[in-house]
């Protein structure tokens, strides 16, 4: 099976083609589907990094393409769409998209999207693929987290936090960084959405979520992740 980078969903072919061009000049490996079927085929023989893609389609939408590919899955997700009201947008994320690009796109700004979905999935640099500390396990790269063996179960979003969140272990972090690097600076979501992610991670990890020994609130500024490795 072969490796590339991105696969782009989308029946227009010409914006398809500039947008591969974009991409590949930036050292990407991009390959072009114009259809659902087509996706699925492509899916079957190669290894991706990132989806583009698009919510109308001669096969389906998008939407429910991206449902499927959520059952087996947490490849990132860029949707790009003519359709642009806030109830698609809403409903792009809510199944699972981790952004939502309305066209005419600029390119210089899907380039800028795709760089930091691509960071906040696989650019966690100088971090073990298998981390443990006390009495939890985690595996990176299977995205298993064990507390005392037993399996925990975090939603796409609580891992992707808890990720940069060990990237960045020791060090004091501003809720606006990480919030812009979890959920990307363009979205439409609260920020107060970051401290029920933490609250969630900390009732899952800590053995006494209202006196927290690793995730600690620093009133005013942020939040740091306290471990000794």
Excluded at 68 to 79: A, G, L, M, T
Excluded at 161 to 182: A, D, M, P
Excluded at 189 to 206: D, G, N, P, Q, Y
Excluded at 209 to 215: D, F, G, L, Q, T
Aim: proline content about 3%.
């Amino acid at each position: 099976m072969d490796k590339k980078d991105i696969l782009i969903i989308d029946d227009d072919k010409d914006l398809g083609m500039i947008t591969s061009d974009v991409l590949q000049d930036h050292g990407y490996k991009v390959e072009l589907a114009g259809s659902i079927e087509d996706a699925y085929e492509a899916l079957e023989k190669n290894q991706f990094k990132l989806l583009i893609l698009d919510i109308n389609l001669p096969d389906g939408t998008g939407f429910n393409f991206c449902k499927e590919i959520r059952r087996e899955s947490i490849i990132p997700i860029i949707f790009i769409s003519a359709r642009t009201s806030d109830s698609d947008k809403v409903t792009g994320l809510d199944l699972g998209g981790d952004d939502y690009l309305p066209k005419p796109y600029s390119l210089a700004e899907l380039l800028s999207r795709v760089n930091a979905n691509i960071r906040r999935a696989y650019g966690f640099v100088g971090i073990e693929e298998k981390v443990k500390f006390d009495n939890i396990e985690i595996d990176l790269t299977a995205r298993i987290i064990k507390k005392e063996g037993k399996d925990i179960k975090l939603s796409i979003k609580e891992f992707d936090l808890l990720k940069y969140l060990l990237k960045h272990k020791n060090t004091t972090l501003r809720k606006e960084n990480i919030f812009s690097e979890v959920w990307g600076m363009f979205n439409e979501i609260e920020i107060s959405t970051l401290a029920v992610h933490i609250r969630w991670l900390r009732e899952k990890l800590e053995d006494n979520p209202s006196k927290p020994k690793y995730i600690k609130t620093l009133w005013g500024v942020g939040y740091i992740f306290e471990v000794g490795i």
